[in-house]
Nanobody
Framework: QVQLVESGGGLVQAGGSLRLSCEASGRTLNVYSMGWFRQGPGKEREFVACINWNGASTSYADSVKGRFTISRDNAKNTVYLQMNSLKPEDTAVYYC???????????????????WGQGTQVTVSS
C-alpha cells in the first residue's frame, strides 16, 4: 500500500510562485514514474507534468511548459512541482500520483496511475 500526501498549496496572486510537495510512505517510489494532475472547478482532471524514476526525463502539458518544473528526491521519497508565473487559470486542486508500472516511461493519462494523493488546493487571484 502506498500513501501520497500533497502539501504546499495556498492562495497566491497572479505572477506569484508556489512549490508543491508529494511525500510517499508505505513503499519506495524510486522505480516508478510520478505525475502531477489538476482538477479545476467544473472540469475534468487533467495532466500537468510527469517525471521518470530517476528524474532524467520529464514531460509537461503545453499550458504549463516553461512555468512549472517537476523534480524528485528519491532519498526523501518526495516529488515536487515548482510553479512560477502563476495565472488565474491555474486555480485547481493538484494531485500527485504513482505510475502503475515501473521504468522509464512517462505517462500522461490518469489510467496509467494507481495511487493518488488527496490533493492540495491552489488558488490564483487576478
Amino acid at each position: 500500500q502506498v500513501q501520497l500526501v500533497e502539501s504546499g498549496g495556498g492562495l497566491v496572486q497572479a505572477g506569484g510562485s508556489l512549490r508543491l510537495s508529494c511525500e510517499a510512505s508505505g513503499r519506495t517510489l524510486n522505480v516508478y514514474s510520478m505525475g502531477w494532475f489538476r482538477q479545476g472547478p467544473g472540469k475534468e482532471r487533467e495532466f500537468v507534468a510527469c517525471i521518470n524514476w530517476n528524474g532524467a526525463s520529464t514531460s509537461y502539458a503545453d499550458s504549463v511548459k516553461g512555468r512549472f518544473t517537476i523534480s524528485r528526491d528519491n532519498a526523501k521519497n518526495t516529488v515536487y512541482l515548482q510553479m512560477n508565473s502563476l495565472k488565474p487559470e491555474d486555480t485547481a486542486v493538484y494531485y500527485c500520483a504513482k505510475s502503475r508500472l515501473y521504468g522509464n516511461t512517462l505517462y500522461r493519462e490518469t489510467g496509467e496511475y494507481d495511487y493518488w494523493g488527496q490533493g492540495t488546493q491552489v488558488t490564483v487571484s487576478s
